[in-house]
């Protein structure tokens, strides 16, 4: 079993191997905009680009990085996702399709690695399970620090974002802030909304451009 709550849940690994998803919690962590990605990116010639005072090498001459979805430790807070259930026969499989995914090398040194590979307990109709998830790897070299507020990550998710017309904003792969968008939809199909998230939606519709026709109005905020 795996619990997804990023992207996971809209395009999980072997979807023709998934036979059940359950909405599933995980306490004792939040979920947050905190992953430097260069995949949910896109080619500065195509990305919007347009704020130059984001942290230093998410914006280079070549490439527009943006940010993924990951985890802070919170006793106070609880993360809902989907628990993924795979047919047995396949796990293998999708376990090394998942840690290549997530940039997870069991042989690697941890502080080069996007994520960590861990066993967690979810609670999940009335009972816990054991599930496998990916979690952040807090001062790796693709970690962005907790203190960085939601108005530098909005300014990131915009500059990763396609521009409307470029050939990537037709790709059915999510960059940028149609990322924290899909997000946001896929929690809510499964009856969540998550505070931090609206809230990163509205840092983002802050800032008037092209680009807030991606972004749906926020129904809470922090």
């Given at each position: 079993m795996v619990f997804a709550y990023g992207s996971l849940i809209?395009?999980?690994?072997?979807?023709?191997?998934?036979?059940?998803?359950?909405?599933?919690?995980?306490?004792?962590?939040?979920?947050?905009?905190?992953?430097?990605?260069?995949?949910?990116?896109?080619p500065r010639s195509q990305a919007y680009a347009v704020f130059d005072d984001v942290p230093e090498g998410y914006l280079t001459d070549s490439w527009a990085f943006s940010l993924a979805v990951g985890t802070v430790q919170s006793a106070q807070d609880v993360i809902y996702g989907v628990a993924l259930a795979y047919e047995p026969s396949n796990w293998a499989e999708v376990i090394r399709a998942m840690d290549r995914r997530e940039g997870y090398d069991p042989r690697g040194e941890r502080a080069t690695l996007g994520y960590l590979r861990t066993e967690v307990r979810l609670s999940?109709?009335?009972?816990?399970?054991?599930?496998?998830?990916?979690?952040?790897?807090?001062?790796?070299?693709?970690?962005?620090?907790?203190?960085?507020?939601?108005?530098?990550?909005?300014?990131?998710?915009?500059?990763?974002?396609?521009?409307?017309?470029?050939?990537?904003?037709?790709?059915?792969?999510?960059?940028?802030i149609e990322y924290l968008e899909q997000l946001r939809q896929q929690l809510r199909f499964v009856g969540h909304i998550d505070a931090l998230l609206e809230a990163q939606a509205e840092a983002v519709l802050a800032y008037d451009g092209p680009w807030v026709s991606l972004i749906t109005a926020p129904l809470i905020s922090l």
């Open positions: 809209a395009t999980p690994e072997y979807s023709e191997s998934v036979v059940d998803k359950t909405p599933a919690v995980l306490k004792g962590y939040r979920r947050e905009f905190n992953k430097r990605s260069p995949g949910r990116g896109c999940m109709e009335c009972t816990e399970v054991l599930a496998t998830t990916y979690l952040s790897n807090p001062g790796g070299v693709f970690d962005l620090p907790e203190s960085t507020s939601l108005d530098v990550r909005a300014r990131i998710l915009i500059n990763g974002t396609p521009r409307a017309g470029s050939p990537l904003s037709r790709d059915l792969k999510v960059r940028g």
